[in-house]
Each structure stands twice: as C-alpha cells, then as structure tokens.
C-alpha cells in the first residue's frame, strides 16, 4: 500500500522532533514527570546490555498495562523458560513497579527515527507486543524494517478514538496493516479494525483478566496487619482529586456507625498524599502517610506509594474502586476480585464496562453515587457466596484467554526460534 501523504509528513517531520522534545522532556523533568538520571532512554539510548537468547518486547503506557505486560510475560515464560523480557512504558509509577519488582526496564523512546532506530537496533527484539492502543509510527517503522513480528494485544479503542481514526482513514489503514497480528478487547474495537483492514481480529476479551505474577509478601505488611488486628478497614483505591471529599464524607458516615474503623486512601496519584492529609484534618480526622513510614494509628491511613496495592487489599474486608463518582471512566476492579473482596464503584467505568457488566449479573459489585451510599455499602457488604462466585468467574475467564494468547504469541516466537541460523 503506497504511504499515505499524512503519514509521509509526519515521517519526515520527525526528524526534528527531537529538539522539540528535550524541551518538553525538560519541562517534564522540572514537574517531577521525568527521571531526571534515566533521560537519555527517552533517546533511545539504552542503559542496559540485552540478554542473550530470545527477547520480548512489551510496551505498556502506564501502570496498569504495564501489570497487563507483566501477566503476559508469566505465560509465555511459563512455556518457554528461555525467554527474557524487555518492558517499556512511559511513566515514573510505571517504571518504578518494573524496576522495583527486579524486571529489565528502559523508557520508552520519543518517537523519532534516530530514538527508535537507535533503540531497536541496540535490543534487536525477536517479538514486540504493543499493548492497548500505543501506535506510534516511528516504532512501527523502525520494528518492521528489521522484519521482526509486530502484534497488537489487548486493543482498546474507546469512542473518540475510534472516531479520530475513522477521520484518518488512509492513515489508520497504513499504521495498524503494520502489525502481524491485533486481539481485540471488545467488539467495537474489532468491529473497527475489521473495517480498516478487512480482516476481523480475533475478540479474545479484555486481557487484564489475567493475574498478575504473586510477589512474596514483604514483612511489614504482618506488622500493619498486628497494629491494625482488632479494627473494621476499607479501601479506597485509586483515588482521584474529585473524589477525596466524598470519600471523606463517607468515611464520616462510617464511623458514626463503627467508631473504630480505619480508612485506607490510596490515591491514584501517589503525589497528592500532603494534600490528602491537609484534608482529613480539615475534616477533623487523624491521619498517617505510608510515604513517610507511618502507621496507621489514626482514622485515615493515607497509603502514598507506588507498587503497594496487594498490601493495603490484604488489610481490607471491602474496596471501592475509584475514577468511578461524579467524573472519570473507572478502574480496573481485577485486584480486589482476585484478593476475594467485595467491590464498591460509582457508575462511571466506561474504561472497564465489560468487566463490570459481568461483575454486576453476579450481583458482585454494589454501586453508588454518593458519599451516603457509599457508607452504607461499606457498612452492609454483599454476602460471601457472591464475592466467591466473582472470584470463581474470574479464574475460569483467565485460563480460557491465557491460553488463546499463549498459543497465538508463542507461534511468533517458534517460527524465530525453529529458523536455521
């Protein structure tokens, strides 16, 4: 297909690109955006040596794809031992949980084509997957000039993407015909790709239904539990700015029933913990931040770190899942359903419908829209056979897509591997 004049432009421009962006990277650096240490990964120049053997690719934006990477990661590993794994994102907490959890991370590059070249060349990947809807076209340019196998998982296109792309047809055909392979997770998202290339992709589901490798639980996590033994505790996650009042207010709510109970705030944005403190004691509550080693002895604990979640849900008996009240699209509720609690969310989830419309014909997530009902979901939780029958259907639906895409990314891999060198 010959190139289209768009994408021909924006091929050409981006050889510039790159003054513009350490401008913009600087100005990062200053918000406290960037790794100020790690800065020239976004140049592509790598701060690792690569593995021997084969090497996978997985890019994920931000902190939850980057769990997604990590959970296709275990499956393919679990069939090909020999494997080693790249991980690319474009965020501080991102990095962090990669770096932290001990797996080879780098930044991923800005998107021209001295970065991505220089990138591709020096980690020469035998498969990259994108995940979501991270298409960039220098990556792609760069990934297909060395014929290495290219796929697209976990496709997620909400409706103004889609409707971007559709004005871009030309351009939109051009960049996703680039890859060897695109699954779906939902049908408008398939239905749209099949329109563009005029091949249907496979509709495998929303992938973050896969769990996530277990980590070892680190031993403070016995001493909260100690401290906090005899009190009732729910979870707030993911947290956004709008939300805090309401979740205060709630947490007011609460109390006047159980006068002991703890709140764990986890805020989706770990940075905002000074200001989240500044509010609880507005409101008259006592608080400790996680961030700054405190335990949490009063009736807020403000938990303010990266890469802790399976901490404060095993210190929970309920989570409301945030992003989800007066604004948002909502987040994943995964986590909590694997840790066997119930889940309380606000009626904005667009980013999870599927996985909350089945939640919901189990009769496994109770919704509210203020801070009243949100007490009173907190004080009065569904019974345990429902919370047992999310659990039950999540483990069926994770083996079922873990296999289809095993099976699908490892033919990738077997063709490289099988090819005489």
């Known amino acids: 297909m010959k190139r289209p004049f768009s994408l021909w432009l924006y091929l050409c421009l981006s050889h510039w690109f790159g003054w513009l962006y350490r401008s913009l990277i600087a100005v990062r650096v200053w918000q406290g955006k960037e790794d100020r240490a790690r800065i020239k990964e976004r140049f592509g120049k790598a701060s690792a040596i690569r593995p021997n053997g084969q090497l996978v690719w997985i890019h994920g934006a931000s902190v939850g794809e980057c769990i997604l990477a990590l959970a296709l990661a275990e499956k393919l590993r679990g069939a090909r031992s020999d494997l080693s794994f790249l991980f690319t994102s474009g965020t501080r907490t991102s990095a962090k949980l990669l770096v932290d959890a001990g797996h080879l991370h780098q930044f991923l590059p800005v998107d021209t084509p001295t970065a991505m070249r220089r990138f591709v060349s020096h980690w020469r990947p035998d498969l990259v997957i994108l995940l979501e809807s991270e298409i960039w076209p220098n990556l792609l340019n760069s990934v297909k000039a060395t014929d290495t196998p290219l796929v697209l998982v976990n496709a997620r296109l909400n409706t103004g993407s889609r409707n971007k792309w559709t004005k871009r047809p030309r351009l939109s055909k051009a960049l996703f015909e680039q890859f060897n392979w695109i699954s779906a997770a939902d049908q408008p998202t398939a239905d749209f790709v099949s329109q563009l290339t005029g091949k249907m992709p496979p509709m495998l589901g929303n992938l973050k239904l896969l769990a996530t490798p277990a980590q070892d639980e680190p ?34 709510k609460v109390i006047e029933q159980q006068p002991n109970a703890l709140l764990i705030l986890a805020p989706r944005h770990p940075e905002r913990g000074e200001k989240i403190a500044a509010l609880c004691s507005k409101a008259g509550f006592s608080n400790t931040r996680w961030s700054q080693q405190q335990p949490p002895t009063g009736a807020v604990f403000i938990a303010d770190t990266i890469g802790d979640m399976q901490a404060w849900l095993s210190l929970a008996t309920i989570v409301f899942v945030g992003g989800s009240i007066g604004a948002g699209t909502g987040h994943n509720p995964l986590e909590a359903v694997r840790a066997n609690l119930p889940v309380i969310s606000g009626k904005y989830v667009a980013s999870f419908a599927d996985i909350y419309q089945a939640l919901d014909k189990l009769s496994a997530v109770q919704w509210v829209t203020n801070a009243s009902e949100l007490a009173d979901a907190v004080l009065h939780p569904p019974t345990n056979a429902q919370t047992l029958a999310a659990t039950h259907w999540l483990q069926q639906a994770a083996d079922g897509l873990g296999q289809q895409v095993r099976v699908a990314l490892l033919s990738y891999l077997d063709e490289k591997h099988d090819a005489p060198t």
Do not use: M
């Open 219 to 252: 031993a403070w996590v016995q001493q909260l539990q100690n401290t906090i033994a005899a009190r009732p505790v729910w979870l707030a996650a993911s947290i956004h700015a709008y939300e805090d009042e309401v979740i205060i207010e709630a947490h007011r």
